[in-house]
């Protein structure tokens, strides 16, 4: 069975950076999109950031452009979030999300595109 699971999650001051990490249980990760979700307290789960497993295009929420970049490495089946000039609104419980679809027609930005999940990481930024 196929799993995800993140690390490196944490509490940061505003300004901060802070990277987290998710490792995928699979011999087929190269042929995953992967992307990072946020849920925080009381909201609905939103889409970050993602990566094509196709190509490497990256796409990102309008919220985090210019502050975090995603990467992945296929030779250690791991995708990255970098995260830099954190503000307390980033606050939230951080879920990483494969879509094995193989879909290549869109950049997957629903929740419902992704068919597998780890089991996420907080991470808190104090103002």
């Known amino acids: 069975q196929v799993q995800l699971a993140e690390s490196g999650g944490g509490l940061v001051q505003a300004g901060g950076s802070l990277r987290v990490s998710c490792v995928a249980s699979?011999?087929?990760?190269?042929?995953?999109?992967m992307a990072w979700f946020r849920q925080a307290p009381g909201k609905e789960r939103v889409f970050v950031a993602g990566?094509?497993?196709?190509?490497?295009?990256?796409y990102y929420a309008d919220s985090v452009q210019g502050r975090f970049t995603i990467s992945r490495d296929n030779t250690k089946n791991t995708v990255h979030l970098e995260m830099n000039s954190l503000k307390p609104e980033d606050t939230a419980v951080y879920y990483c999300?494969?879509?094995?679809?193989?879909?290549?027609?869109?950049?997957?930005?629903?929740?419902?595109?992704?068919?597998?999940w780890g089991q996420g990481t907080q991470v808190t930024v104090s103002s």
């Open positions: 699979s011999r087929t990760f190269s042929r995953y999109t």
């Open positions: 999300a494969a879509d094995r679809s193989l879909r290549t027609s869109r950049t997957p930005r629903l929740a419902s595109d992704y068919d597998l």
């Open positions: 990566i094509m497993w196709n190509d490497g295009r990256t």
